[in-house]
């Protein structure tokens, strides 16, 4: 009985092992992908950002083109 338990014993252990060991990976991969997720997200972020400053100048530049010209501007 005594060979039995101590068998059982070491099988555990050793899965216990194998589980930790998974356990392991995976939280490496987890804290990876969760970094590249996060750079992604920084990434769409400042282009947006870019796209809304690009669109605020383009209007910006639309109404000043259609602001009446002064008089010197047209004699010129």
Known sequence: MKTIIEKQILEWKEELRTHKER????????????????????????????????ESEDQQIDKEDTKPQSKTAQSN
């Open 23 to 54: 356990l392991e990976q995976a939280n490496n991969v987890v804290e990876s992908e969760t970094k590249f997720i996060s750079m992604i997200e920084g990434g769409i972020q400042a282009q947006e950002m870019l796209l809304k400053k690009i």
